[in-house]
Nanobody
């Protein structure tokens, strides 16, 4: 069984910063990608950033240069440092753990954490 738990959301003013954390526990494979997705009201869930165990990262164009994803593989934890936040970054942020074994892919999601950017 795998659990994914996020923390660190909250209310921040435009231009401010916030750091999200996500810890995975349980049966964690050696081949996996951890990442962040977000869903704003009335919109589809979208990719924010992902990071492989080897350190390769991928970002949505809308957050490049403002957000930084990092991992601590020993702790099965991924972080999202968000800077220069904008009102349009307001959303529920979900952590994702994607694991690979042979030809199978397993997806696990956290419960989500609210990020609100408002003055």
């Amino acid at each position: 069984q795998v659990q994914v738990v996020e923390s660190g959301g909250g209310l921040v003013q435009p231009g401010g910063s916030l750091r999200l954390s996500c810890a995975a526990s349980g049966s964690i494979f050696s081949s996996n990608t951890m990442g962040w997705y977000r869903q704003a009201p009335g919109k589809q869930r979208e990719l924010v950033a992902t990071a492989t165990r080897a350190g390769s990262t991928n970002y949505a164009d809308s957050v490049k240069g403002r957000f930084t994803i990092s991992r601590d593989n020993a702790k099965n934890t991924v972080y999202l440092q968000m800077s220069t936040l904008k009102p349009e970054d307001t959303a529920v942020y979900y952590c994702n753990l994607r694991q690979y074994r042979l030809s199978a892919v397993y997806n696990y999601w956290g419960q989500g954490t609210q990020v609100t950017v408002s003055s």
